[in-house]
């Protein structure tokens, strides 16, 4: 099969293609149930980049297939609930991280792993999603789940033009919400509106730590994918039981001039979102809620496809912030 195999050399980390056995993917321990995947498409998310670069200490066992999520179609199953031929989507369990991920040609997982590909979504759709796009969902969900409804005021989205802030920005718009996108280049604002976004505020208006413990209740809730002193500034322009749904905090996780002001007079809530290791039962819920809820139409907005060939350049362009919404990989190229 061919892979996308990351080794760490005298010269660093090197990433290239080469043919490899399937021999070589992980089997697993005694008594798992495992699931042979033929691979047809993937993603490229930010801690693909960091796996890509040998950043981050994501990668701990060398040489490494990355690709922390993929879709495609069951070969060979020791589980029952998955037979050959079945449509499968995979996303979190460290995949691509610590075990082999979906930069090759086949995977074999853990079953316990999967989830069905969702009816109305093709494997292409469901990498344009991928993880930012569950994690988006998942976040929803988690500030719906806290009293947020549509029709009151802005939810604020930061990071508003990367994976996780476009399909937010979508989904928040189709069920109603008036979305305020928080982006750091002003190029992208026809592509924020063509989302949905009501409203597009630069990333100033937001960044570094807030002034005062309280400002005046602008958000009814907040999807913040940067972290750091952004997170910490939301917190602060809740409305009273508003919550910051935080993922992924690519901007660092001190919460620089943050207080308990916010908690204890706004009640607001600061929901962590993994996607790493959600329960079965939330994960084919929110799988459900993207085929039904993320505008497809859309979706094709944000897409650029791209073959194996072009993942290494891609997870750097990433690192730099030079992507814009969603790149799918194709396996089948």
Same mark, same amino acid.
């Given at each position: 099969?061919?892979?996308?195999?990351?080794?760490?050399?005298?010269?660093?980390?090197?990433?290239?293609?080469?043919?490899?056995?399937?021999?070589?993917?992980?089997?697993?321990?005694?008594?798992?149930?495992?699931?042979?995947?033929?691979?047809? $498409?993937?993603?490229?998310?930010?801690?693909?980049?960091? +796996?890509?670069?040998?950043?981050?200490?994501?990668?701990?066992?060398? %040489?490494?297939? %990355?690709?922390?999520?993929?879709?495609?179609?069951?070969?060979?199953?020791?589980?029952?609930?998955?037979?050959?031929?079945?449509?499968?989507?995979?996303?979190?369990?460290?995949?691509?991280?610590?075990?082999?991920?979906?930069?090759?040609?086949?995977?074999?997982?853990?079953?316990?792993?999967?989830?069905?590909?969702?009816?109305? /979504?093709?494997?292409?759709?469901?990498?344009?999603?991928?993880?930012?796009?569950?994690?988006?969902?998942?976040?929803?969900?988690?500030?719906?789940? $806290?009293?947020?409804?549509?029709?009151?005021?802005?939810?604020?989205?930061?990071?508003?033009?990367?994976?996780?802030?476009?399909?937010?920005?979508?989904?928040?718009?189709? /069920?109603?919400?008036?979305?305020?996108?928080?982006?750091?280049? !002003?190029?992208?604002?026809?592509?924020?509106?063509?989302?949905?976004?009501?409203?597009?505020?630069?990333?100033?208006?937001?960044?570094?730590?807030?002034?005062? !413990?309280?400002?005046?209740?602008?958000?009814?809730?907040?999807?913040?994918?940067?972290?750091?002193?952004? +997170?910490?500034?939301?917190?602060?322009?809740?409305?009273?039981?508003?919550?910051?749904?935080?993922?992924?905090?690519?901007?660092?996780?001190?919460?620089?001039?943050?207080?308990?002001? %916010?908690?204890?007079?706004?009640?607001?809530?600061?929901?962590?979102?993994?996607?790493?290791?959600?329960?079965?039962?939330?994960?084919?819920?929110?799988?459900?809620?993207?085929?039904?809820?993320?505008?497809?139409? /859309?979706?094709?907005?944000?897409?650029?496809?791209? %073959?194996?060939?072009?993942?290494?350049?891609?997870?750097?362009?990433?690192?730099?912030?030079?992507?814009?919404?969603?790149?799918?990989?194709?396996?089948?190229?």
């Amino acid at each position: 099969m061919k892979a996308l195999i990351v080794d760490k050399t005298d010269d660093g980390v090197v990433a290239k293609i080469e043919t490899v056995d399937e021999a070589r993917l992980p089997a697993g321990e005694a008594g798992d149930a495992m699931v042979t995947v033929r691979v047809t $498409h993937s993603t490229v998310n930010y801690k693909d980049g960091l +796996c890509l670069s040998g950043g981050g200490g994501l990668v701990r066992t060398y %040489p490494h297939v %990355p690709g922390i999520d993929f879709a495609g179609i069951v070969e060979a199953s020791d589980d029952p609930r998955y037979a050959p031929g079945d449509a499968v989507v995979l996303t979190g369990w460290r995949v691509g991280e610590t075990w082999w991920g979906g930069y090759a040609e086949k995977a074999r997982v853990k079953g316990d792993w999967l989830v069905p590909l969702p009816k109305g /979504l093709t494997a292409r759709q469901a990498m344009a999603v991928g993880t930012a796009g569950f994690t988006s969902m998942l976040a929803v969900m988690a500030l719906e789940a $806290h009293g947020m409804k549509p029709g009151g005021r802005p939810v604020l989205v930061t990071g508003a033009a990367g994976g996780v802030g476009s399909v937010a920005t979508a989904i928040l718009a189709k /069920l109603g919400y008036e979305v305020a996108a928080v982006t750091g280049r !002003p190029e992208t604002e026809p592509y924020l509106k063509s989302l949905g976004a009501a409203s597009i505020l630069p990333r100033d208006a937001i960044a570094g730590p807030p002034t005062r !413990p309280l400002g005046r209740e602008t958000y009814a809730g907040v999807i913040d994918a940067v972290g750091g002193a952004m +997170c910490a500034h939301a917190l602060t322009l809740l409305q009273y039981g508003g919550g910051v749904a935080a993922v992924g905090l690519a901007g660092g996780v001190a919460l620089e001039g943050a207080t308990v002001i %916010p908690f204890l007079l706004r009640g607001v809530n600061l929901l962590g979102i993994d996607s790493v290791m959600q329960p079965r039962e939330n994960r084919l819920v929110a799988w459900e809620r993207v085929a039904s809820d993320l505008p497809l139409d /859309l979706l094709e907005t944000m897409i650029e496809d791209v %073959p194996l060939e072009k993942v290494t350049a891609i997870g750097d362009a990433i690192l730099k912030g030079n992507v814009r919404g969603r790149v799918v990989v194709d396996l089948t190229a």
